[in-house]
């Protein structure tokens, strides 16, 4: 006979977590920091390019662009927290 499920657990024969607040299924969630932070900085390194600040700028305008970050959330109560 299966265990009961404590809230905020990872459930070992389904692979689900259980919301800590309502018991809910918890379902992976990206967000990124938007596109437009990247390219201003992107932008301004192609600018300054000629200068050695302009290539850290570009490499950090790239790295902006592409990260995500990873979280939880519930599919009825909409709690929302941080994967590790």
Do not use: N
Request: net charge positive; hydrophobic share 40%; glycine share 12%.
């Amino acid at each position: 006979m299966p265990e009961k499920e404590k809230p905020g657990s990872l459930v070992e024969d389904t692979q689900t977590v259980v919301c800590q607040a309502c018991g809910g299924r918890m379902v992976t969630y990206t967000k990124g920091d938007g596109p437009v932070a990247g390219c201003l900085l992107l932008l301004l390194g192609l600018v300054l390019s000629t200068i050695l600040i302009g290539i850290p700028l570009i490499a950090w305008g790239i790295y902006v662009m592409v990260r995500q970050h990873k979280f939880w959330r519930c599919a009825s109560c909409g709690t929302v927290i941080p994967r590790t």
